[in-house]
């Protein structure tokens, strides 16, 4: 019994492997993720002070809205995961770019 559901687990799994949508989805999350780590290693530098980090809240806020208009034109320059995947002309990102 228990091998059956695991092996029921293990395919409900892989069909999210197969998902396109979910694929984007993971691309762009993973995407935002290393922006954002990014953001936060140079926000965490030694002997930063709030004054020096400042600057790089308002230059990540402007970089946020370049990655929203690039999206919406379907250029993915900025995301590389995005970018390898096969993302269709009208897919609506709008669930994150709210």
Known sequence: ?????????????????????????LAFLCDMTRHLNALNLSIQERNNVLH???????????????FKQHIELGNYIHFEYLS???????????????
């Open 1 to 25: 019994m228990k091998a059956l559901k695991f092996k029921s687990e293990i395919d409900q799994k892989l069909e999210k492997l197969e998902d396109q949508v979910w694929l984007i989805k």
């Open 84 to 98: 390898q995947s096969q993302v269709p002309d009208n897919f609506n990102f709008m669930f994150f770019l709210k």
């Open 52 to 66: 020096e980090s400042v600057p790089k809240l308002m230059a990540f806020s402007r970089k946020l809205q370049l």
